[in-house]
């Protein structure tokens, strides 16, 4: 896919259909359910003088000025008027607008308290029949979870489309899979480094603990570029797309045993703490004897050769072990 360009600076008080609005040449557009228009450059920058916000590098702030770049992202995440949205980091409100556009459900969640109070009024002004579907909840993201957030307590499906602050995106996207097992699927914006370590596979450069911690949940992938012109104020870096489908099984479709989960993250974790040792050498005081032939691993590998499925084979084989060595006892 073609990287998305930003639209110019609109007149002082220069009005915008959602068709006026449209995405560049070869960008598919979201059909508009909702009456409103996105924000421009000069929306963002009114907004942001109005509430008194400047963009900070402690909360990772670079907010979209393109409205083709939003709804690239609410079409590429295949939201609806029936689906039930998590947005984490809405800022100024660029993505909220799109992905309320399509008639969908979004419960933002932001950092930020000057940020947080603004965004009701952004939709109030821009989407105002969008209004009632918006719920805003001022906390960090990372401390969210059932509890929280009960309108995703319920057990039915959701999903997580953001733009995350590059800082913390991977801890963001885990916690979220941990803590929501509803949480079904993600279409989240990231730093290009960080969405090619997500979507990697065994034995790449790249593939590390993130690459497997979330293959434990499901699949990912990349799902395109995004150009730094169109972010205010412009990255240092390059952006990318990444979409994610939760499985919560193994490659041959067999379901996952949750309860091996901290296990198998802390041999993933001891694994790549050392990935240029051995398994046999880097995990040593986690892995008894006989484990790895018990789970059909050669213990010359290195870790970042292994798959989730073979860390969890690697852990189930250990627990295993442990408990034929309690029952001995």
Known sequence: MTDSLPIPDSPAGATQTPADAAAPAGTPTTPVATPGRLLGAADIRRIADEAGVSPTKKFGQNFVIDPGTVRRIVHEAGVDADSRVLEVGPGLGSLTLAILETGATVTAVEIDPPLAERLPATVAEFMPAAAGRLTVTNRDALTVGPATLPQFADGRPFTLVANLPYNVATPIVLTLLERFANLGSFLVMVQKEVADRLAATPGTKVYGTPSV????????????????????????????????????????????????????????????????KT???????????????????????????????????????????????????
């Open 213 to 276: 911690k979330l293959a434990w949940y499901g699949r990912a992938e990349r799902a395109g570029l995004i150009g730094r012109n169109v972010f205010w104020p412009a990255p240092n870096v390059d952006s990318a797309l990444v979409r994610f489908v939760r499985t919560d099984a193994a490659a041959d479709g067999t379901p996952r045993d949750a309860s091996l989960r901290e296990e198998t993250f802390r041999l993933i974790d001891a694994a790549f703490g050392q990935r240029r």
């Open 279 to 329: 398994l046999h050498a880097a995990l040593r005081k986690l892995v008894p004897a006989g484990a790895f032939e018990a789970a059909g691993i050669d213990p010359t590998r290195r870790g970042e050769t292994l798959t989730a499925d073979e860390f969890a084979h690697l852990a189930a084989a250990c627990r295993a072990l442990a408990g034929q060595i309690e029952e001995a006892r």
